[in-house]
């Protein structure tokens, strides 16, 4: 897909909260008391322990929680927009895909995203489901983006970054509050164009109360409505692919936006959601969290082998247990999720619709400690052990998976200097080697408001399992013509080529994918001037073995066979569905014979048994340069801008046990982003107003 993406928001919104009727023992100050400098504020994203953002070994953006209250955001998506080097892209109601560094396209799978540090990565498919996350926007307290790597401290697939969302505690968020939100979006061109006008909707309240000076707790719900999206009809533009001129790639029809044979209906979404946090807090210091919470979603996702549609009922379940003093922390955490998604193009064998069920079990129980050292050393050090349980019918071989970690890190501090030096190991059930997650980084600051560092991190996607153990038939999406032939072969052969037919193809996994990796370097500023925040940051990364679902059909034909691709035989007939519906196999003989013409006459036809599977491409190379400037005018009014430069993807030469990264599989980031913004928050108004302008990109599925 390729476009021109510019966007535009504005938003004005009022807002009300009554407050608790006991008083309150310690309220958290309004922008209206104090400023909140950069290099005062607090993240622990970086490192797993608390440092200032000025401080942080690893270039950050913080999303503050008056710009979440402020900006006319409708879901996580247009928030991080506006974050340098972020992509971001939205493909129906519900469906939206965000990397940082990377290319973007409809399955993004190497950025991690946390609540409270609770993953709400699925890893059987590696996707986050955005919609479940169960958090109101007025419940939290700040959104942290680590922009680059960081395995060396959370693991597996922050391969390209992390994106933590921090809630405010019951007592910080003391009192009632809620909201309603609507909006109208433009559908005037493409499918939709006859209905006017889309509407979204949705509401949500919050409740927290302290009973005493021990407990407090904090009830939220909320719920989202949207009408389907508008989607292009028509014919898909023919565009040459940008790497490889002589590839074009387009030409095709749009599936038609209604459920007839080849389309299906663009479906709107609707999420409800549910969360409990419980504070209990002991007199040693120490505060123990119990926490559960439940969201729920329908619409749309796109996969590589079409759109499924997550049916009413679909939904992640989770708790929580967390115990915390001083540096120490203790917590354990339970998802559970249970969906269905009919795909509303890919049809199996018997010519029913491909059915994405998945229920899985994820348990995880992690411990972190930090401890200073001689008041010049930060030690920081923890693990974590996890058990995923999978039930998935595109992959019905699949296995569960236990999974175990452990971290070290050193911050080393002296005068103007500040060197940070940490690893993680990781050893995975469906890997054979233990995979090390090293980071170094190295600050100056010249002056307390200044910094400069340069950083090198090795980062780290494990295979889904999906990736591993996917095998599904599906059948072709265009007919198997071989009337043709008919005149050329005996008489009792005829009427199997008589009528076209859809043949059955296979899609597996591939159990002995690698592990895909990526190194990074990286240099970066940050300075304050007065109320003015500068940032820089300049990186390449280096990515090795990335996973890739291919068609083996397009790579050249000594490959492909070497990596999966098998054809139907005399011994293995071909199978398939007549445009009639009616079940065929094409008898063995008629199959030695398609084997056996000759080049001349079109020869010989092969028909694919096995067409898809995951295989590791690389090494490829990506650079960017991003640059951002944050204003506070005065207590009411600040404003932001920011632009990112992202390069051409080059092809590094592999190594000799490496596939080299065909052209032809290779997304193309939008060179040039730029996103600009004021916000305002007087006492009694609150407004933003937000520009986004995104250069052309190219991506395929």
């Known amino acids: 897909m390729r476009g021109l993406i510019p966007a535009v928001g504005l938003g004005l919104l009022w807002a009300a909260a009554a407050a608790a009727q006991e008083p309150k023992p310690s309220p958290t100050p309004s922008?209206?008391?104090?400023?909140?400098?950069?290099?005062?504020?607090?993240?622990?994203?970086?490192?797993?322990?608390?440092?200032?953002?000025?401080?942080?070994?690893?270039?950050?953006?913080?999303?503050?929680?008056?710009?979440?209250?402020?900006?006319?955001?409708?879901?996580?998506?247009?928030?991080?927009?506006?974050?340098?080097?972020?992509?971001?892209?939205?493909?129906?109601?519900?469906?939206?895909n965000v990397t940082s560094r990377q290319s973007t396209s409809t399955l993004t799978n190497s950025q991690l995203v946390l609540l409270d540090g609770r993953s709400v990565y699925l890893d059987f498919f590696g996707l986050v489901l955005w919609d479940f996350v169960p958090t109101n926007a007025s419940d939290i307290k700040q959104i942290e983006i680590v922009r680059g790597p960081a395995s060396a401290v959370w693991g597996a697939n922050a391969m390209t970054g992390v994106i933590n969302i921090i809630t405010k505690s019951p007592?910080?968020?003391?009192?009632?509050?809620?909201?309603?939100?609507?909006?109208?979006?433009?559908?005037?061109?493409?499918?939709?164009?006859?209905?006017?006008?889309?509407?979204?909707?949705?509401?949500?309240?919050?409740?927290?109360?302290?009973?005493?000076?021990?407990?407090?707790?904090?009830?939220?719900?909320?719920?989202?409505?949207?009408?389907?999206?508008?989607?292009?009809q028509g014919t898909v533009p023919k565009v040459p692919n940008p790497l490889l001129p002589t590839f074009i790639v387009g030409g095709g029809t749009y599936p038609p936006d209604r459920d007839v044979l080849g389309g299906y209906p663009n479906n709107g979404t609707k999420q409800p959601k549910a969360d409990l946090p419980v504070d209990q807090d002991f007199s040693d210091g120490g505060r123990m969290t119990y926490q559960g919470g439940y969201s729920g979603t329908t619409g749309i996702v796109h996969t590589g082998i079409g759109p499924f549609d997550i049916q009413s009922g679909s939904y992640l379940a989770y708790g929580k247990l967390q115990y915390t003093k001083g540096a120490l922390k203790v917590a354990g955490f339970a998802n559970f999720v249970d969906a269905d998604a009919p795909n509303e193009?890919?049809?199996?064998?018997?010519?029913?619709?491909?059915?994405?069920?998945?229920?899985?079990?994820?348990?995880?129980?992690?411990?972190?400690?930090?401890?200073?050292?001689?008041?010049?050393?930060?030690?920081?050090?923890?693990?974590?052990?996890?058990?995923?349980?999978?039930?998935?019918?595109?992959?019905?071989?699949?296995?569960?998976?236990?999974?175990?970690?452990?971290?070290?890190?050193?911050?080393?501090?002296?005068?103007?200097?500040?060197?940070?030096?940490?690893?993680?190991?990781?050893?995975?059930?469906?890997?054979?080697?233990?995979?090390?997650?090293?980071?170094?980084?190295?600050?100056?600051?010249?002056?307390?408001?200044?910094?400069?560092?340069?950083?090198?991190?090795?980062?780290?996607?494990?295979?889904?399992?999906?990736?591993?153990?996917?095998?599904?038939?599906?059948?072709?999406?265009?007919?198997?013509?071989?009337?043709?032939?008919?005149?050329?072969?005996?008489?009792?052969?005829?009427?199997?080529?008589?009528?076209?037919?859809?043949?059955?193809?296979?899609?597996?996994?591939?159990?002995?994918?690698?592990a895909q990796s990526l190194n990074a370097y990286e240099f970066a500023y940050t300075g304050t001037v007065g109320k003015t925040i500068l940032g820089l940051a300049v990186y390449q990364n280096d990515t090795s073995n990335d996973i890739n679902f291919t068609n083996l059909t397009t790579l050249p034909t000594a490959l492909a066979l070497a990596n999966g691709l098998t054809f139907y035989s005399a011994a293995n007939p071909a199978r398939g569905l007549t445009v009639t519906g009616q079940p065929i196999t094409l008898p063995p003989v008629l199959m030695t014979?398609?084997?056996?013409?000759?080049?001349?006459?079109?020869?010989?036809?092969?028909?694919?048994?096995?067409?898809?599977?995951?295989?590791?491409?690389?090494?490829?190379?990506?650079?960017?340069?991003?640059?951002?400037?944050?204003?506070?005018?005065?207590?009411?009014?600040?404003?932001y801008a920011n632009y990112s430069y992202q390069n051409t993807p080059k092809v590094l030469d592999p190594d000799s046990d490496q596939i080299r990264y065909p052209l032809t599989e290779i997304n193309i980031p939008a060179k040039n982003r730029f996103n600009a913004g004021v916000s305002m928050n007087a006492k009694r108004f609150i407004g933003n107003v937000q520009v986004s302008f995104v250069d052309k990109a190219f991506w395929q599925d």
């Open 593 to 639: 014979v398609l084997a056996s013409i000759p080049a001349q006459f079109g020869g010989p036809i092969l028909l694919p048994s096995v067409a898809s599977t995951y295989l590791n491409f690389g090494p490829l190379r990506q650079r960017g340069v991003e640059l951002s400037i944050e204003q506070e005018f005065n207590h009411d009014v600040s404003a």
């Open 345 to 514: 193009l890919a049809r199996d064998a018997n010519g029913q619709a491909v059915v994405l069920g998945f229920k899985t079990q994820t348990y995880d129980f992690e411990i972190g400690h930090s401890t200073v050292l001689g008041g010049k050393h930060l030690l920081t050090y923890g693990g974590n052990a996890r058990r995923n349980n999978f039930d998935i019918t595109l992959a019905p071989n699949s296995k569960d998976r236990n999974e175990f970690g452990a971290y070290l890190q050193e911050e080393y501090f002296v005068d103007q200097w500040r060197l940070s030096a940490g690893v993680r190991v990781d050893k995975f059930g469906n890997l054979d080697d233990p995979f090390f997650s090293p980071r170094i980084s190295l600050m100056y600051k010249p002056l307390k408001n200044h910094s400069l560092r340069v950083s090198f991190n090795r980062a780290f996607r494990a295979p889904s399992d999906i990736n591993d153990y996917l095998s599904q038939e599906i059948l072709s999406p265009r007919p198997v013509d071989l009337r043709p032939l008919g005149p050329l072969l005996p008489p009792p052969l005829r009427p199997f080529v008589a009528t076209p037919f859809f043949l059955i193809v296979n899609n597996i996994g591939n159990p002995n994918v690698k």
């Open 31 to 96: 922008p209206h008391d104090e400023t909140v400098k950069r290099e005062e504020t607090i993240v622990v994203s970086a490192s797993k322990s608390e440092t200032t953002l000025i401080n942080a070994p690893a270039t950050m953006s913080v999303i503050p929680e008056e710009t979440i209250v402020n900006a006319p955001a409708q879901n996580y998506g247009d928030l991080l927009r506006s974050v340098p080097g972020m992509n971001v892209i939205q493909t129906s109601a519900r469906d939206f």
């Open 171 to 232: 007592r910080e968020a003391e009192g009632f509050g809620a909201t309603l939100t609507g909006g109208i979006f433009d559908r005037g061109v493409g499918s939709r164009a006859n209905d006017g006008n889309g509407k979204s909707f949705g509401g949500n309240f919050s409740v927290a109360r302290a009973p005493n000076d021990r407990v407090s707790f904090r009830l939220s719900a909320g719920y989202f409505d949207s009408d389907p999206y508008s989607r292009p």
